[in-house]
């Protein structure tokens, strides 16, 4: 599977300037207290992480820095314990520095499955604190407090906080907590040593210093002076005022609002968020002029530290001075704002906020930056790919290009497609829909920014125009030809039930009609991810052939070989691996021989009349090969077609998780899985030069899940040179046609099927669009096929 695993988006974290009075704390004595920290101060402590009702999932800890220089935490911790305890073994290790006024988050434990998550966290650890009394110490050693009372004053001790009915605390103990607040200190840069009066219970704003605004009049500002023609508002950290537009859309947290009169500049955007924690109480038409602080929030969820950050207002001041018309949405596309058509980024070299010019003419990163926060509009958006499990819907603007002949976007080599933009369900539902379907009339909403996409969230729910886009079936394979196939069946075990098999039968007969051999990728063992220890995957394979068989197809045979437990990477317990299926009522034949197994290596052999055969089939390729660590090892076969010997092999490589996301803060992305699989394709080619170095006209397809681009490096490797080159079928398609699979909307080859040259006579390859550009899919890959003649040796 490709698809990149992330948590859901964030709702807020920010921070507003009302407060909860709590009373009844119990009295304690008050202890004498620690020299005011200089350096190092606990500035938030939520204890409520994932309880009923809470807005974030786990509960934290928020350091700054208050000195002029760095502060190397390497070695502290912070460590907690109940209101009335005496154990401060539950505790947080500390890694790394805090800059001069930097933000440092620690992240705790979870109290159940509600909430966001958290911005990305500088440290994690176990600690699951009280939501509503506890104490929290900030050590510089990992030693356990052994203090009862009076820790505030314990060796080693930078900072304490106690809350709520703690019986120990600075002075006195901060107000007693809930799962919706965190006490939060008032002014950042104070550190009194009074936990009672420098803390007060407000909604959790975790990585965001928050204080009660500095003294000095607010700055009085436009809202294209906030946004400013870069990345990063110019005016961050400071206290706006006389800010002023219609509120164009609104969320459980916040609204937008944009300027009626721009300036000239379409470099600056004219719209920003207002981050208000709780329901707004502005309505969409208002009039409003809005004084603050202007922030940059960084998503978090996975890969929280690549995201950009948003612009926006927090501890806002909102005045409704009447009401007004919506200004019209600036249209993106034709007769409007039209984005680069290749370029999402070419000057930055690392983070993107801080490095490269602000061009938005010609970067699609800037282009939409410049659009942040603004009311837009799109005339008929023509859809590029189905909804996503979070349901964004990629869409692009009339005129993009280089599109599929089916109506999505490819990616290539020098364009990654930055006209495409993901509409959202934050506001409003987006609707089931598939690539070549176009929305209805202007679509409108506001542009927001979350895991590594630009969000397009509309605030009403688009009508769907459809573009008859079916499902493709294959050519059945004549009498000469032998029909060789790969298909991903996404995590296939016996649990997915009867609808995930018999629909995968169904696109075996029907759609790739009943090939002669298939490659499958992504079969898991007969338990699927209940982790048993069992590694068989007999089950799930009789199961698919006699689906197939239901569907009114051929009976299918299978081989395969189980792997290590747990060692070869995809869902846990799952023990991922792929296999072959071939027709036993066809001329093709799988030449069984035995001596392969899960740890041992197949080789090329010849026989006494020089003939190259494999020393076991199926067999495994280098299985002790590092390259494998944590991935599916190639399963390689020997079948003969009317006797002349064909060898597959079948592939499914590394995937693309964890590389930088294309439209992430680090510019060029950096693709740090490629590495992997460049080994492992270096592993399939040397085993492939292994058996066209005794036969240089051996019949040999090299198939399956590859994760990468028909023009990646990893490609190439595979490919090789010189007279023993494999011919690479995706790259013999138009670009119009290069694509097995939709990400982001992306449509784009992952899965590929490679031949010797001698096979290229009279082969027909198809890749068979049905999966991958709907909603309602049965993998999320297409299969491809390809049919060829094996010829013997002395006539090629």
């Not at 317990?573 to 030449?591: C, E, L, Q, S, W």
């Not at 010849?606 to 280098?622: A, F, W």
């Not at 010997?645 to 592939?651: A, P």
């Not at 996301?661 to 693709?671: A, C, D, S």
Request: with cysteine; net charge negative.
């Amino acid at each position: 599977m490709s698809a990149q695993n992330r948590s859901r988006r964030r709702l807020g974290a920010l921070v507003i300037t009302s407060s909860l009075v709590v009373s009844g704390v119990a009295a304690i004595a008050a202890v004498p207290a620690l020299a005011a920290s200089s350096t190092v101060v606990i500035t938030e402590v939520y204890g409520g992480g994932g309880n009923s009702g809470a807005p974030f999932a786990n509960d934290f800890i928020e350091l700054t820095n208050n000195s002029s220089s760095p502060v190397d935490l390497t070695g502290w911790s912070i460590q907690y314990a109940s209101s009335a305890g005496t154990s401060w073994a539950n505790k947080i290790t500390l890694t790394g520095s805090i800059a001069p006024g930097g933000v440092y988050l620690a992240q705790g434990a979870s109290g159940g499955a509600n909430g966001q998550p958290l911005p990305a966290p500088d440290a994690t650890g176990s600690v699951n604190m009280s939501a509503a009394s506890g104490k929290v110490a900030l050590v510089t050693s990992t030693t356990s407090l052994t203090c009862t009372t009076g820790c505030a004053t314990a060796a080693g001790v930078v900072d304490f906080v106690g809350y709520g009915a703690a019986n120990d605390a600075e002075t006195s103990p901060a107000p007693g907590l809930t799962n919706t607040t965190s006490a939060t200190r008032k002014v950042p840069t104070e550190d009194a040593d009074n936990n009672a009066a420098e803390f007060e219970a407000v909604n959790p704003s975790p990585k965001t210093l928050t204080t009660t605004p500095p003294p000095g009049p607010p700055v009085d500002a436009k809202i294209h002076d906030i946004q400013g023609a870069a990345h990063l508002s110019p005016l961050a950290g400071k206290l706006v005022g006389n800010v002023t537009g219609v509120v164009t859309a609104k969320s459980t947290n916040g609204f937008w609002f944009q300027d009626t009169q721009p300036d000239t500049d379409p470099a600056t955007s004219e719209g920003v968020f207002v981050f208000t924690s709780s329901a707004p109480t502005v309505a969409v038409g208002d009039a409003v002029t809005v004084e603050g602080m202007v922030a940059e929030f960084r998503p978090g969820g996975a890969g929280g530290t690549d995201n950009l950050t948003t612009t926006e207002i927090t501890n806002p001041k909102i005045t409704v001075t009447g009401t007004a018309p919506v200004p019209a949405p600036t249209i993106v596309g034709p007769g409007g704002r039209v984005p680069p058509s290749t370029v999402i980024d070419d000057d930055s070299t690392g983070d993107v906020e801080t490095t490269g010019t602000f061009q938005p003419a010609t970067d699609g990163l800037d282009f939409w930056e410049s659009l942040e926060g603004m009311w837009l509009g799109i005339n008929q958006p023509e859809v590029t790919g189905p909804p996503t499990s979070f349901r964004e819907l990629s869409v692009v603007p009339a005129g993009s290009g280089v599109r599929t002949i089916r109506g999505g976007i490819v990616i290539q080599k020098t364009d990654s497609n930055p006209e495409r933009v993901l509409l959202d369900d934050l506001l409003a539902p987006i609707p089931d829909a598939k690539t070549g379907d176009k929305l209805a009339g202007v679509v409108t909403g506001v542009l927001d920014y979350s895991f590594g996409n630009f969000k397009y969230l509309v605030t009403q729910t688009p009508t769907v125009i459809d573009g008859k886009v079916q499902r493709e079936k294959t050519t059945p394979s004549s009498l000469l030809q032998v029909s060789v196939a790969t298909f991903n069946v996404e995590n296939l075990d016996p649990t997915d039930g009867d609808a995930k098999f018999d629909g995968l039968a169904q696109a075996v007969v029907k759609n790739l009609a009943s090939p002669d051999s298939l490659g499958l990728e992504e079969v898991q063992d007969n338990d699927g991810a209940l982790n048993s220890g069992s590694t068989g995957a007999d089950l799930t394979l009789n199961t698919l052939a006699a689906a197939i068989r239901k569907a009114g197809g051929p009976k299918y045979a299978w081989r395969q070989i189980d792997p290590v437990d747990g060692a070869e990477g995809g869902e846990p317990g799952g023990n991922i691996r792929v296999a072959f299926m071939y027709r036993t009522d066809r001329p093709v034949k799988f030449v069984d021989r035995a001596g392969g197994g899960t740890t041992t290596p197949t080789t090329v052999v010849t026989d006494k009349y020089g003939k190259v055969h494999l020393s076991s089939s199926p067999g495994r390729i280098d299985p002790a090969n590092p390259a494998w660590a944590a991935s599916r090892v190639p399963l390689v076969g020997e079948f003969t077609w009317f006797g002349q010997s064909l060898f597959v092999v079948v592939n499914h490589f590394s995937s693309k998780g964890g590389d930088d996301p294309l439209w992430g803060r680090t510019q060029p992305p950096v693709q740090t899985t490629a590495a992997k699989r460049h080994q492992q394709a270096v592993a399939v080619r040397t085993f492939a030069d292994q058996i066209l170095a005794k036969d240089r006209g051996a019949n040999l397809i090299v198939l399956g899940d590859i994760n990468d681009f028909d023009f990646s490096q990893t490609t190439d490797i595979l490919v090789g040179s010189g007279k023993t080159s494999l011919i690479d079928l995706p790259r013999t398609l138009p670009a119009s046609q290069r694509y097995s699979y939709v990400f982001e909307g992306n449509s784009q080859i992952l899965d590929q099927i490679l031949m010797s040259k001698n096979l290229q006579p009279a082969s027909q390859y198809d890749i068979v669009h049905m999966n991958a550009e709907f909603p309602d899919q049965i993998s999320d890959h297409d299969p491809q096929v390809v049919r060829v003649i094996p010829l013997p040796s002395w006539y090629r």
